[in-house]
């Protein structure tokens, strides 16, 4: 088990498989020195632990914990790529789309979740650059979807 791995279980947590897509794409695609995820949504055992919009169906702080669960999707996304995670240099970049309420304007809230659960998976190599979009709707009316590029060593 790599060293990321077993920081991932000493917080209580297990690396998933990699969430089959949805359509024509792949989980993951390597370009050189750098994995591209798609974007993940928050599914556990093939199906979403809840749906709807932030700030209306779902509260924020529920939506903060999805937003974890897709960044744990999105790092297996990686592993299915690279084969162990502790390749991974450093995440250069979190991308987050949050189904928003008409008057919800706490997106970058939400994306704490999976901020926070990389710094405390991958420590100083999870700091990253972020963007958190409000958006209408996702796919399977998930509440948030998250995508990560990482640089990798050799």
Known sequence: MSAVEEKVASLGLKLPEVVPPLATYQPA????????T??????????????????????????????ATCALNALAAVKSVIGDLD???????VVGFVASAPDFTGQPGV????????GEI?????????SAVGVAVLPLDAPVEVEIQVEIAE
Do not use: C
Request: aromatic fraction near 4%.
């Open 29 to 36: 695609v390597r370009s050189g020195a750098y994995v591209y």
């Open 111 to 118: 994306l704490n979740g999976a901020s926070e659960l990389l």
């Open 122 to 130: 991958l420590g100083d190599k999870g700091v990253h650059a972020r």
């Open 87 to 93: 390749k991974i240099q450093r995440v250069v970049k």
């Open 38 to 67: 798609s974007g993940q949504l928050p599914m556990v055992d093939g199906a979403l632990p809840a749906t709807g919009k932030v700030g209306a169906e779902v509260t924020p702080e529920r939506a903060q914990e999805l937003a």
